[in-house]
């Protein structure tokens, strides 16, 4: 391998894996203020491209965008009102389940809607053939979208969580729910806006990575997964964990893609029960002892 | 009391005469190769039931155990060995008495492993695979084996579309019957209807035995103490993890089992078989059926496996199934099949409890 595949690889690597950071840091939201992890995370994405797709006939990109952005923050906040918040005293695998089966439906009715086609968003800037070359290596535009992108959602929820108010509600109800209550926060209204929010994301993610990738209503799960992998990988609840741990799944797999394409796919879910045999609490996890094990 | 568990079995076993002779009655005896499928898959359901009811922890990839064991048998039974007959090896399988000579429906001459062989394969192979994933994940919680079951399922799904020797898109197709002994066979053709018929409930009837003894006994007390309370039942001595894996061992051999069968019946299987989406369709009749509840997983796995072979459900299957398992979890989440008066009777007890 000469440097300009290197180059490519490591890029192509870095650019999926930063997607999977995204993902696992939806993960976490939700997980941090209810302790479910949403089987329907990898949906927001596909949802949020398809609703961009769809628009961009209509309205201008960056609009088709933030309105694809706006349609999948109200799904996800929808859903917790509708199927999550009503269920008192649930035990966890019952509300994980409910996420499992709204997985299903939301897929079932993206096929209604949008048909099996695979599709594409435009690229963001100058068409599919456009490239800079790096290295030797010719590297696609929206490769930089995608990476900027990113680290734009990340400093920005970083940002969130740590100066306004809200984010610190939410952080507080992540830390003790009723200590939060106590304190005067609504923590209802902080878990459906963990789910808005991991949905926005969610749905951003999806429309940068789109035009990369290319979008089909079946992809959520395959997301989820790698997603799911991320944030264990990372800690589950450590969002800069998972942007380490995305960077180095994307590029894990882009080492073994460069071998053999067909094995890509296995490399999540080895990583996964790796990871789940010795290290439970994540690769950055400074005790030994993880808080999953039940026993 | 041990013997009134059996009650129930011996009264489905008349139920199924009677369900015979009203089919040949009315003259839709056809209904029988519904109800045969139908009768594989709630294999898969039974077994799930143990795992998500007794043991309190959800798979989302059970459609991949019954494909693994649906795709080792039509692989094994359909590979043809007689370009390489003369190898040692394959000299040595033939004198051991695990491979057949048959002839496909072109009339070309075959030689195969045996549906026996390949059942016991298709076996071994699922246990492996369960035991590595079970291993890992089953002591941490919930969530954690579901993922990592999901995972597995897309895992074999993509394996199976993108494999040659598995047929791809098209999977596998013209595999034998299953000669089980004598005359009896595993055969999907109208002449063998009713045959099968009986040979599937005496499968699915072994399974329901099989699983209430284990509901019934010390394992499964255990089982219900690590669902009640998991560190309580830890701290009593109950090796939670060991019972924990040994159900999911288990239920992923009935899905094996249910693949194999399935898939000689039919005379073929199909990626379709792997996909996620039948994953949850199990965990949704499970839900349905009433989590802790193995006749009524079994019945709505029958039932409702039925409806959608017969094609009730359209082009909705998928959806209604998911719909399903989203209203079962809001607001029945103990099943349709309780009986109310008994429910009632516990909310009692439990209420005067708190008093």
Known sequence: MDLSQIVQYGLSGITVGSIYAIVAIGFNIIYATTGIINFAQGEFLIVGAM??????????????????????TVLGGLMELVFIRPVKNASVLRLI????????????????????TVRSMP?????????????????????????????????????????????????????????????????????????MLSAGIGALAGCVISPVTQTQYDMGAPLAIKGFTV???????NSMGAVAAGLLLGLLEALVTSQSSAYKEAVSIVVLLLILVFRPSGLFARHGISALRTA | MRLRMYYPVLATAVLIVLLHLVLAQTETTYYMTQITMSAYYAL???????????????????????????????????????????????ARLQSLGLTMHWQDIYGADILSFTPWAAFGAALLLTGVIALV?????????????????????????????????????????NVPPFHLFSDLQVNGRAAFRVQNYYIAWVVVLAAMVLALNLVHSRV??????????????????VNTYRYKLAVFLLSAIFAAIGGVLLTHYNGSIGPAEAHVIKSVRYVAIVAVGGMANLWGAMVMGIFLNFLSLRGVFGSFDETIFGGILILMM????????????????????????HA
Not at chain 1, 51 to 71: D, E, K, Q, R, Y
Not at chain 1, 179 to 186: F, T
Request: aromatic share 8%.
């Open chain 2, 133 to 173: 994933i079970g291993a890992s994940v089953i002591q941490l919680k919930g969530h954690y084996l579901a993922m990592a079951t999901l995972g597995f399922g897309l895992i074999v799904y993509r394996i199976a579309l993108g494999t040659p020797v598995l047929g791809r898109a098209d999977g596998v197709s």
């Open chain 2, 44 to 90: 898969v359901v039974i077994g799930l039931c143990l795992l998500m009811g007794y043991a309190g922890q959800a798979s989302i990839g059970h459609a991949g155990f019954f494909a693994i064991g649906g795709y080792t048998a039509a692989v094994l039974t359909t590979y043809n060995l007689n370009p390489v007959k003369d190898t040692p090896l394959v």
């Open chain 1, 123 to 195: 690229y963001f800037t100058g068409t599919a053939v456009s490239t800079v070359t790096i290295l030797g290596a010719g590297v696609s535009l929206q490769v930089f979208w995608v990476l900027g992108v990113s680290a734009v959602i990340v400093t920005a929820l970083t940002l969130f969580f740590r100066y306004t108010l809200t984010g610190r509600a939410m952080r507080a109800c992540a830390d003790d729910r009723m200590a939060a209550r106590l304190c005067g926060i609504n923590d209802r209204r902080m878990v459906t806006l963990s789910f």
């Open chain 2, 330 to 353: 809001l607001f029945a989440p103990q099943g349709l099949l309780r009986v109310p008066r008994l429910r009632a009777l516990t909310g009692l007890r439990a209420r005067r409890k």
């Open chain 1, 97 to 116: 389940v409910i996420t499992i089966g709204l997985s299903i439906v939301i897929r079932e009715v993206m096929l209604h809607l949008w048909d099996e």
């Open chain 1, 231 to 237: 944030a264990i990988l990372g800690g589950l609840g």
């Open chain 1, 51 to 72: 609703t961009a797709i769809s628009l961009s006939h209509f309205v201008p990109l960056p609009v088709a965008i933030a309105g694809a952005v706006l349609v999948t």
């Open chain 2, 220 to 237: 499964g007390r255990a089982l219900r103490s690590i669902h009640e309370n998991e560190e309580a039942a830890h701290s009593l001595g």
